[in-house]
């Protein structure tokens, strides 16, 4: 019995021992009850694996997909090219002497106040004050006196605009603050505010540029020359007798290579406002050619040449008139000389009621000569005038009369800031010598 039960023992607890073997381990003590089995040690430092390297992941390659259409850019509107600018003011007046035409306005509308697209919007103003230490007992200005007795006078007071309306159209309006004290007191002289120039000018073509409006009518190189830009502080006697105001009319001006020309018809009277009341037209043109080119300098260096004629035809309501000028003008070495002749036939159709004119027909006359000479830089300069005037050359005594004019300016910034002082001797040759001769000086600002 006990063997067969020691064999039942050895066969059940056979496989085990092998498996303990296998194991390391030492096989359950035989007989009894068998322990639990015990976890085997665990070595102290477990073994590291060799490092393996990341696996490279290549990108999927993209599918080519077509950029982005552009947007659609608007077209630029096109705007005329602006002029460039002008770093000082001396920049500014040699910019303005080669832009002159043969009608030079008073105000240059050079400051630029507003733009928009084609449009455009400029000013100018000038003033000009004079101061009179001496005057003759007997000058007046109805006989083209500057000033009646001593003491102060506004010469001058003029604002203008200027601008582009639209591509090809300029506009032009000036206007000159007159004495509207004066004029509501019925004091002679200035009569209120006055419209100078007020013009609508297409300017397509350099050669024609054609006005419409108030401007002055193309006679007399003196008469057309700016008020701002003068030697001397008044223009000759001759000018301001023979020569014609301001009228409304038709104009067409430009430049042919060196030739610069104005023609226009207008009104025979010279209302603004208030139309040809006294009917008549009148035609005017004046041509200038510059011989050796247009001055490009404030003092004049290079030898220049400029000689033109002027005619007029009026045919007012009560006379008709002929007229016309000569000039010449040179400049060179801090020098210029100019001269001109004045000519003036008027024949009488009839009287108007409410109108006295003289009965029979006039002939009258002027001659200028003028001198000018910086002696120091662009600062100081030098000028003189002598002139023949004769208002009716009909009658040989009536009339006649010879001015002497001297004057010194100086100059702050050009003819932008400047102070003359002038002496004018006038000698009446027939008739009673009048004590009408003058020394006054004045101060400029113009912008």
Known sequence: MLRFVFTLVLLFTTPTLAAAQQDGSSPPPAGGS??????PAMPA???????LPDPVIEPAPLPDVPPPAAAPVAPETPTPPTPPEVNNAEEAETQALNDLGVVEDDLETNMEVFRRGSFSLRIGGMLQVLAAPYVGDDADQDEDDPMDTEGFRVRRARIGFGGTIYRHWDFYLAVDLMDTVGAAMGWSGDHGAEVLDARITWTRFPFARISAGVDKVPFSAFALASSSRMELMERPLSVRKLGPDRRVGL?????????SYAAGVFNGSAGVTTGNQLAGIAAAAHVQAHILGKPTSFVPDKLRISVGGSY????AAAASMHKAAGNLCLRFFRVKLAGEILWEQTTVDQQPSGSAVDSGDSVRYGAVGELSVFIWQEYLQAALRYEYFDDNNELSTVGRQQLFYGGVNFYILRDKLKIMANYIRRYEMDGTAWDNDIFYAQIQAKF
Do not use: K, S
């Open 34 to 39: 068998a322990e639990a089995p015990t976890t």
């Open 45 to 51: 430092t477990p073994p590291t694996p060799e490092a």
């Open 251 to 259: 104009t067409v001006a430009g430049d042919l290579w060196r030739i």
């Open 312 to 315: 007029m035809f009026d045919n």
